[in-house]
């Protein structure tokens, strides 16, 4: 395998150049201006910008007193900067005069039309965009039938402009090269069955997980415990051992069993019991540490769902004389008048022992696509097989030298072993093929460096695929690709329609939500036990999942994007429903709910408790976090970085120089930062939109006053509006709606084609979400708006040196 290793490092397979900018095409002679236009608007400057945007003060180096409007689509980098600060209404400073609305739309208008019409389409080389984790994991998926966590084969991916499916972070190391050619020996081994060592595999319940109620997936009558999906790699016997949650996750020891006599423990694969435990005896003679082993217990090869739980014979909370904790596992030693009932910990699943290969499994039956009746047919077989996997794997047809590479590889492996030996060791080499592990899109031949041209429609179909699922091409779409039929507007948007209806959309709504709206932080994010013992994985994993539910409700039921901002209804289940305070919910399933007006706090994103918790530090809310998520996350816009050496906000302060030292409210903890006039002047943009949020515990958690004080939300934004909780704040945006929307739009652009979305782009942006608007932003209108657009249809062919340097 050096030489796959050289390939890898090398880049020589794909043969894309780096993304360099090409040059800039001539503009459009510009029309000409009415020279009352032009003193319009040179006067709105003058009266409100230059007061602080001159040559004298030269504040944030923008000097509008030099600006000559008549050639103001000239410095389009500095256009875009104007006009993203406009329409998020962050200029003029708060303090300072601003124009009334109808000449404040005016100057933007005619500065966005100066600037598209003097655009010209921005298409830089795309890079070489190698398959990230979650790519990974859903290719292998969707060519082996095959369930595998990237994550345990390769480390984490880099991310910038938001995303981590950008080509230009996406590099390869020495050490990135190795994991992936490890993950190929692994992957294809599982495939085919041939993994027959035994090994150990762990399975952790997160720390903080409460287990005192029935867990979704697992059968009714049951309690706690955990449900794993545990890939088999051979027809052999298993031995699962069980840790309880103490001294397994906790490093804690003093009540590992619990304390609720005759607790039975469960051992079920895909819902059929294998093994029933009495906890308390049969725990009796094995280390806590060690855990609780089975006999060996015989399974076959493949994906199935092993569930470990106990016998709801007792039901928590009980009869105690004090409430118990939501979360129960910060507990490991007996509090008077609270019962600690058993939690599951760890499972190991050692083996395969005895094993007898692989049978038949949904990876067999995706790879062996034929069967030899004898040794003649051995190589037309394994030739059909290598052709099949390699058309899905390369996402495209197959070259003759494709093929007799992965048929060197089986020939080897057949004379080693047996005909399932030698398909193996050529899946092996498919998967560590550079064509593979990078999307290529070929450059045509004879264009010179500079020069557009469309892309094929198997490129386009990579492209489409890898947007809307993060995976492969499937057949419908490979077929009509191969036919050339893709290019048709009809047969693209039916496609489009089809791929976002496909469950596999699932992983649009995930990767995307979870990076744009930073809910994938709500994995690490841990708060002070102490201060919020309620919180538990339980909610944390309920929190993601409102968020990716609403998200889909957009996608799926097809609304507009607005309804992100105003959406009257929610999916709970019953631990979130409780968090939240609404009423008879009951059960670990998702449901959706309307949200009247008692709980208009939780309509839309800014209700939602995953998005208000990761802006929150441990211990307490942050303004100055939420202000800021806020700005950049429905505005698209940022505060200032802060100055060096800023101090942090003290927690305490004397009271009235009597003696008597009292908690600040989060207010006057703000208000110290005002004694610097530096910091006054940053603060001023985010912190009342943190403060309006105020009523949101560092968890999410509605409240109305901290020890006893009620909380004040109010405050005025940089445009002078006046603002008192979240309602307000939601209308805001709702003013600002245009910008939002825009916002989407442009993250949405970034997300699809793998690279930031540059000011270049920016008239591009505003011409998607004009075609949103004809229908009202519905989410499909705006990926097609995408998927129409010259960027993701056109490339530019980079430079010759560069093309001879990859090869």
């Given at each position: 395998m050096?030489?796959?290793?050289?390939?890898?490092?090398?880049?020589?397979?794909?043969?894309v150049?780096?993304?360099?900018?090409?040059?800039?095409?001539?503009?459009?002679?510009?029309?000409?201006?009415?020279?009352?236009?032009?003193?319009?608007?040179?006067?709105?400057?003058d009266?409100?910008?230059?007061?602080?945007?001159?040559?004298?003060?030269?504040?944030?180096?923008?000097?509008?007193?030099?600006?000559?409007?008549?050639?103001?689509a000239?410095?389009?980098?500095?256009?875009?900067?104007?006009?993203?600060?406009?329409?998020?209404?962050?200029?003029p400073?708060?303090?300072?005069?601003r124009?009334?609305?109808?000449?404040?739309?005016?100057?933007?208008?005619?500065?966005?039309?100066?600037?598209?019409?003097?655009?010209?389409?921005?298409?830089?080389?795309?890079?070489?965009?190698r398959?990230?984790?979650?790519?990974?994991?859903?290719?292998?998926?969707?060519?082996?039938?095959?369930?595998?966590?990237?994550?345990?084969?390769?480390?984490?991916?880099?991310?910038?402009?938001?995303?981590?499916?950008?080509?230009?972070?996406?590099?390869?190391?020495?050490?990135?090269?190795?994991?992936?050619?490890?993950?190929?020996?692994?992957?294809?081994?599982?495939?085919?069955?041939?993994?027959t060592?035994?090994?150990?595999?762990?399975?952790?319940?997160?720390?903080?997980?409460?287990?005192?109620?029935h867990?979704?997936?697992?059968?009714?009558?049951?309690?706690?415990?955990?449900?794993?999906?545990?890939?088999?790699?051979?027809?052999?016997?298993?031995?699962?051992k069980?840790?309880?949650?103490?001294?397994?996750?906790?490093?804690?020891s003093?009540?590992?069993?619990?304390?609720?006599?005759?607790?039975?423990l469960?051992?079920?694969?895909?819902?059929?019991r294998?093994?029933?435990?009495?906890?308390?005896?049969?725990?009796?003679g094995?280390?806590?540490?060690?855990?609780?082993?089975?006999?060996?217990?015989?399974?076959?090869?493949?994906?199935?769902a092993?569930?470990?739980?106990f016998l709801?014979?007792?039901?928590?909370?009980?009869?105690?004389?004090?409430?118990?904790?939501?979360?129960?596992?910060?507990?490991?030693?007996?509090i008077?008048?609270?019962?600690?009932?058993?939690?599951?910990?760890?499972?190991?699943?050692?083996?395969?022992?005895?094993?007898?290969?692989?049978?038949?499994?949904?990876?067999?039956?995706?790879?062996?696509?034929?069967?030899?009746?004898?040794a003649?047919?051995?190589?037309?077989?394994a030739?059909?097989?290598?052709?099949?996997?390699?058309?899905r794997?390369?996402?495209?047809?197959?070259?003759?030298?494709?093929?007799?590479?992965?048929?060197?590889?089986?020939?080897?492996?057949?004379?080693?072993?047996?005909?399932?030996?030698?398909?193996?060791?050529?899946?092996r080499?498919?998967?560590?093929?550079?064509?593979?592990?990078?999307r290529?899109?070929?450059?045509?031949?004879?264009?010179?460096?500079?020069?557009?041209?469309?892309?094929?429609?198997?490129?386009?179909?990579?492209?489409?695929?890898?947007?809307?699922?993060?995976?492969?091409?499937?057949?419908?779409?490979?077929?009509?690709?191969t036919?050339?039929?893709?290019k048709?507007?009809?047969?693209?948007?039916?496609?489009?329609?089809?791929?976002?209806?496909?469950?596999?959309?699932?992983?649009?709504?995930?990767?995307?939500?979870?990076?744009?709206?930073?809910?994938?932080?709500?994995?690490?994010?841990?708060?002070?036990?102490?201060?919020?013992?309620?919180?538990?994985?339980?909610?944390?994993?309920?929190?993601?999942?409102?968020?990716?539910?609403?998200?889909?409700?957009?996608?799926?039921?097809?609304?507009?994007?607005?309804?992100?901002?105003?959406?009257?209804?929610?999916?709970v289940?019953?631990?979130?429903?409780?968090?939240?305070?609404?009423?008879n919910?009951?059960?670990?399933?998702?449901?959706?709910?309307?949200?009247?007006?008692?709980?208009?706090?939780?309509?839309?994103?800014?209700?939602?408790?995953?998005?208000?918790?990761?802006?929150?530090?441990?211990?307490?809310?942050?303004?100055?976090?939420?202000?800021?998520?806020?700005?950049?996350?429905?505005?698209?816009?940022?505060?200032?970085?802060?100055?060096?050496?800023?101090?942090?906000?003290?927690?305490?302060?004397?009271?009235?120089?009597?003696?008597?030292?009292?908690?600040?409210?989060?207010?006057?903890?703000?208000?110290?930062?005002?004694?610097n006039?530096?910091?006054?002047?940053?603060?001023?943009?985010?912190?009342?939109?943190?403060?309006?949020?105020?009523?949101?515990?560092?968890?999410?958690?509605?409240?109305?006053?901290?020890?006893?004080?009620?909380?004040d939300?109010?405050?005025?934004?940089?445009?002078?509006?006046?603002?008192?909780?979240?309602?307000?704040?939601?209308?805001v945006?709702?003013?600002?709606?245009?910008?939002?929307?825009?916002?989407?739009?442009?993250?949405?652009?970034?997300?699809?084609?793998?690279?930031?979305?540059?000011?270049?782009?920016?008239?591009?942006?505003?011409?998607?979400?004009?075609?949103?608007?004809?229908?009202?932003?519905?989410?499909?209108?705006?990926?097609?708006?995408?998927?129409?657009?010259?960027?993701?249809?056109?490339?530019?062919?980079?430079?010759?040196?560069?093309?001879?340097?990859?090869?």
């Open positions: 050096a030489f796959v290793s050289t390939v890898l490092m090398s880049g020589q397979a794909p043969r150049s780096p993304a360099v900018a090409p040059p800039r095409a001539a503009a459009a002679l510009p029309p000409v201006l009415a020279a009352a236009d032009v003193a319009e608007q040179r006067a709105l400057l009266q409100y910008c230059v007061v602080c945007h001159n040559q004298k003060l030269k504040t944030a180096n923008l000097l509008l007193d030099q600006l000559d409007l008549t050639h103001f000239d410095r389009p980098d500095l256009g875009e900067k104007i006009v993203r600060k406009l329409r998020a209404g962050m200029m400073p708060t303090g300072m005069p124009p009334d609305f109808a000449k404040r739309e005016a100057l933007i208008t005619w500065m966005e039309q100066q600037l598209d019409s003097h655009s010209s389409t921005y298409l830089p080389p795309p890079g070489i965009h398959l990230n984790r979650a790519e990974y994991s859903n290719v292998i998926r969707d060519l082996l039938a095959l369930e595998v966590d990237a994550g345990k084969f390769l480390p984490s991916d880099n991310s910038t402009h938001g995303f981590d499916n950008i080509a230009g972070a996406l590099t390869m190391s020495p050490a990135l090269m190795e994991a992936y050619l490890a993950a190929a020996g692994k992957i294809s081994r599982l495939a085919i069955g041939s993994a060592a035994p090994t150990e595999v762990v399975y952790i319940v997160p720390d903080d997980s409460t287990q005192n109620y867990i979704d997936g697992l059968p009714f009558g049951t309690r706690g415990g955990m449900l794993i999906k545990h890939e088999f790699p051979a027809d052999a016997e298993y031995v699962f069980i840790t309880p949650i103490a001294e397994g996750n906790m490093g804690q003093n009540s590992p069993m619990g304390q609720i006599k005759g607790e039975q469960e051992i079920t694969v895909d819902g059929e294998v093994k029933l435990f009495d906890w308390d005896n049969e725990m009796k094995f280390a806590v540490r060690t855990g609780i082993p089975t006999p060996r217990i015989p399974i076959k090869a493949g994906l199935h092993v569930g470990i739980t709801a014979t007792n039901y928590a909370p009980g009869n105690d004389l004090n409430t118990a904790f939501l979360r129960s596992t910060i507990l490991s030693s007996p008077p008048g609270i019962t600690l009932y058993p939690h599951v910990g760890q499972v190991r699943i050692e083996g395969p022992y005895e094993a007898k290969g692989a049978t038949d499994t949904p990876s067999r039956r995706r790879i062996f696509v034929c069967r030899p009746t004898g003649k047919d051995e190589e037309a077989c030739r059909q097989i290598v052709t099949t996997l390699a058309k794997a390369f996402r495209r047809p197959p070259t003759p030298q494709d093929v007799g590479t992965l048929m060197e590889f089986y020939l080897a492996g057949r004379n080693e072993g047996n005909f399932d030996a030698g398909i193996e060791r050529a899946v080499r498919l998967l560590a093929d550079p064509e593979f592990v990078y290529r899109e070929t450059e045509p031949v004879n264009l010179a460096p500079g020069k557009s041209y469309r892309l094929s429609d198997l490129a386009l179909a990579s492209r489409l695929s890898f947007f809307l699922w993060s995976s492969i091409p499937d057949d419908e779409l490979m077929t009509l690709a036919q050339g039929r893709l048709d507007p009809a047969v693209l948007e039916q496609q489009v329609r089809r791929m976002i209806a496909d469950p596999k959309s699932r992983s649009l709504i995930e990767n995307f939500t979870g990076q744009w709206l930073n809910v994938r932080s709500l994995q690490t994010d841990n708060p002070t036990v102490a201060l919020y013992p309620d919180f538990d994985d339980n909610l944390r994993q309920a929190m993601r999942r409102e968020t990716e539910l609403f998200f889909d409700s957009i996608v799926h039921e097809d609304r507009s994007v607005l309804d992100l901002l105003t959406g009257d209804y929610t999916f289940n019953e631990r979130l429903a409780k968090h939240y305070g609404i009423p919910v009951y059960g670990p399933q998702f449901r959706r709910v309307q949200l009247g007006p008692e709980l208009e706090m939780r309509r839309g994103l800014l209700g939602k408790g995953a998005l208000l918790t990761v802006t929150s530090q441990p211990a307490r809310t942050s303004p100055v976090s939420r202000g800021k998520w806020f700005l950049q996350t429905f505005l698209g816009v940022s505060p200032p970085d802060p100055p060096p050496n800023v101090p942090a906000i003290k927690p305490k302060a004397d009271d009235n120089g009597s003696g008597n030292v009292k908690e600040l409210t989060m207010r006057q903890q703000m208000d110290q930062h005002h004694q006039p530096v910091c006054a002047t940053c603060h001023r943009i985010f912190e009342p939109i943190g403060l309006a949020l105020e009523n949101y515990d560092a968890v999410g958690a509605w409240r109305a006053q901290v020890d006893g004080t009620p909380i939300a109010t405050g005025t934004l940089v445009d002078g509006t006046n603002v008192d909780g979240v309602g307000s704040l939601r209308g945006l709702v003013r600002y709606q245009d910008q939002f929307v825009r916002v989407v739009a442009e993250k949405l652009l970034t997300y699809s084609l793998g690279r930031g979305a540059e000011y270049q782009d920016m008239p591009l942006v505003r011409s998607i979400v004009r075609d949103g608007a004809k229908d009202n932003y519905r989410f499909s209108t705006m990926v097609m708006a995408i998927v129409r657009s010259a960027p993701f249809q056109t490339n530019t062919k980079g430079s010759d040196v560069t093309q001879q340097a990859a090869r």
